[in-house]
C-alpha cells in the first residue's frame, strides 16, 4: 500500500495537469453532477491526505505555508466566504451554485495546496508547468487537424473545438505560448536534448497557429502585453515598475467605469454593431447589477439572469447570451460580493509582493518567477475585456500558478526550524 501512494505522489499530478480539459466529459455519479476533472482532482487530494496524515514532516509544512502565507491565506477565506454567502444570500444556494464553488474553487485550490505541500523543488515545479504547456500543445494539436474537415468551427470561420467559443480555448492555450518564448529566446548548448533544440520551436508554431484561428483579439492584446512584460522585467527593479504600471492601470479602469456609467454617458452609436460595443452595452449592465447589490453580490453562476432582468432599463440589447460580464473584476465583484472582491485582490497582490522577493533570493530559477508574473499580467490585461477564471481549467490554472510564485525557500526554512525546536 505504501509502494502504490509513493507512485502515486510521484506521476499522478503530471497525469492530473496535462489531462484539465477532460472537464467537458461531464457525467452524473449517483445523481450528482461532476465531470472528469473533478473525479481527478478528489482522487488526487484523497492521495495526498493520506500522505499528510501519516507524515509529521509534512504536517509542519502545512502548517508552515500557511503561517508564513497570511495574506494569500486570508484572502483566500475572504474569497470562498464571500462566494458562499453571496450564494446564500442571492435566494439560497442552488446545485448549480454549488457545482462552481466546488470545481471553479475548492477542488483546484485544495489539489494545488496539496501540490504545493508536497512538492518543495523549482524543478519538480518545472516539470508540472511542462505538463501543463504539453497539454495546451495536444489540444492545439488536436483542433489544429481537426479543423481542416471543419470541425469545431463557428459561423464566421472561428476555430473552437469542443469549447463552447474561441475565445474559451484561447484563454487556455495562450498562456503555455509564455513559457515557450522563455524557452526559445535561451541559448541552445551543443549538450541540450532534441527536445530543447526543436520541440520547443515546434510547440509554439503549433499553439499559436491555432491561436490565430480562434481570432481572440484579447488573446492577441495580452498576450503581446504579457511577452512585453517579460522582455522588461530583467531585475527586481524592473518587476516593481511593471507593478506599479498595472496598479495604475486598475485604477484607471474603475475611474472610467465609474465616470462613463454613473453619469450615463454612452460613448458608442447604438446603430454600430460589434464586439467592443456589445461589451460596452454589458459593462454598462454590470455595473448597474453590482450598484444595486453592493455588498452581497448575486452569487456566481446568476448574471445571464439578472443581465437579462435588467435589459428594460436599457436599449436594445445586441448580445443576449452572456454568462459572465466579460470583466473578471466585475465578475469577481457581483459574484463573491464586496467580501469575495477584496479576497481576490489579496490573493493577487500578496502573490505578487512574493514574487519581488522570490526574483531576489532566487536568481536560479528566475525563469519560473517571470512566468508567474507574466501569466498574471496577462490575467489582468485580458481580465478588463473577458472573464479568465470562471472555468473549471482557467480556475485550476490560475491557482497553479498562484501558488508556483509564492516564496518556497523561506517557508521550508521554517519548516526546518519549526522541526529542530519539536
Not at 478528489?42 to 502548517?63: A, D, M, N, P, T
Request: net charge positive.
Amino acid at each position: 500500500m505504501k509502494n502504490f501512494f509513493s507512485k502515486g505522489e510521484k506521476y499522478y499530478p503530471y497525469i492530473v495537469i496535462f489531462l484539465v480539459p477532460t472537464y467537458v466529459i461531464r457525467f452524473e455519479f449517483f445523481g450528482i453532477k461532476t465531470n472528469m476533472l473533478d473525479v481527478l482532482l478528489l482522487v488526487g487530494i484523497f492521495l495526498f491526505l493520506v500522505r499528510i496524515f501519516s507524515s509529521k514532516e509534512l504536517q509542519y509544512r502545512f502548517q508552515c505555508l500557511i503561517i508564513k502565507n497570511k495574506l494569500f491565506f486570508f484572502g483566500v477565506l475572504l474569497l470562498f466566504f464571500g462566494t458562499f454567502f453571496s450564494a446564500f444570500f442571492s435566494e439560497g444556494i442552488s446545485s448549480r451554485e454549488w457545482g462552481i464553488i466546488k470545481s471553479w474553487f475548492f477542488l483546484p485550490f485544495l489539489f494545488t495546496f496539496l501540490l504545493f505541500t508536497f512538492y518543495k523543488k523549482e524543478k519538480e515545479w518545472k516539470n508540472f508547468l511542462y505538463s501543463y504547456v504539453l497539454s495546451a500543445g495536444a489540444v492545439s494539436f488536436s483542433l489544429l487537424f481537426l479543423s481542416f474537415f471543419d470541425f469545431g468551427m463557428t459561423y464566421d470561420n472561428r476555430l473552437r473545438g469542443w469549447y463552447d467559443s474561441p475565445n474559451q480555448l484561447a484563454l487556455y492555450i495562450a498562456p503555455a505560448l509564455l513559457y515557450l518564448w522563455q524557452k526559445i529566446q535561451k541559448k541552445i548548448s551543443m549538450r541540450s536534448s532534441i527536445f530543447e533544440k526543436y520541440g520547443h520551436h515546434i510547440l509554439f508554431t503549433i499553439i499559436i497557429s491555432t491561436l490565430i484561428l480562434t481570432m481572440s483579439y484579447g488573446a492577441f492584446l495580452s498576450l503581446l502585453t504579457a511577452l512585453g512584460v517579460l522582455s522588461l522585467v530583467k531585475n527586481r527593479k524592473g518587476l516593481l515598475i511593471c507593478m506599479h504600471f498595472f496598479f495604475l492601470l486598475l485604477f484607471c479602469v474603475v475611474v472610467f467605469f465609474f465616470l462613463t456609467f454613473e453619469k450615463e454617458v454612452v460613448f458608442f452609436d447604438m446603430e454600430t454593431r460589434s464586439s467592443f460595443v456589445s461589451r460596452l452595452m454589458i459593462w454598462q449592465s454590470a455595473w448597474d447589477i453590482t450598484k444595486d447589490n453592493f455588498f452581497w453580490g448575486i452569487g456566481p453562476g446568476n448574471f445571464q439572469e439578472k443581465y437579462l432582468e435588467y435589459q428594460n432599463k436599457y436599449p436594445f440589447y445586441l448580445e443576449w447570451a452572456v454568462p459572465h460580464p466579460h470583466n473578471i473584476f466585475l465578475s469577481f465583484y457581483m459574484q463573491s460580493g464586496f467580501v469575495g472582491f477584496i479576497g481576490f485582490l489579496c490573493v493577487l497582490g500578496s502573490t505578487l509582493h512574493s514574487l519581488t522577493f522570490s526574483f531576489e533570493r532566487d536568481k536560479k530559477n528566475k525563469e519560473l518567477y517571470l512566468f508567474v508574473f507574466s501569466f498574471l499580467s496577462m490575467i489582468v490585461i485580458w481580465g478588463l475585456i473577458d472573464t479568465p477564471y470562471w472555468r473549471n481549467d482557467i480556475s485550476f490554472l490560475f491557482w497553479f500558478v498562484c501558488f508556483m510564485g509564492q516564496d518556497r525557500k523561506v517557508v521550508w526554512r521554517l519548516c526546518e526550524h519549526k522541526k529542530e525546536i519539536a
